[in-house]
């Protein structure tokens, strides 16, 4: 229960919907750039509020497809077969 807690809050606070990251000191931007809801929240701004394709975002796309490429291989590789 906290468990879901710890790991939402961060990636709430560092996906810059709550503030702007450009805002924020430089060690701070670096450490969100490992929760995926910051490049969820881009594509969202981008798409909902200037309209932009994926000729534009395709930076955010491409670092959610290696988030979730590198985490499927993660979870296969602990889970290993079972049969």
């Known amino acids: 229960r906290i468990y879901g ?4 809050l961060p990636a ?6 709550a503030f702007a ?3 924020v000191p430089a060690v701070i ?3 969100s750039r490992v ?3 910051r490049y969820m ?13 994926l000729d534009q975002l ?4 491409a670092a959610l497809a290696a988030y979730a490429l590198v985490t499927l ?3 296969a590789r602990l889970n290993g077969r079972r049969a």
């Open 5 to 8: 807690l710890v790991a939402f």
């Open 58 to 61: 395709w930076p955010e796309v």
């Open 12 to 17: 709430f606070l560092l996906s810059g919907f």
């Open 21 to 23: 990251l450009d805002q």
């Open 73 to 75: 291989v993660l979870a």
């Open 41 to 53: 929240v881009t594509i969202s701004r981008g798409v909902f509020l200037k309209g932009a394709g």
């Open 29 to 31: 931007e670096w450490i």
């Open 35 to 37: 929760f995926p809801a």
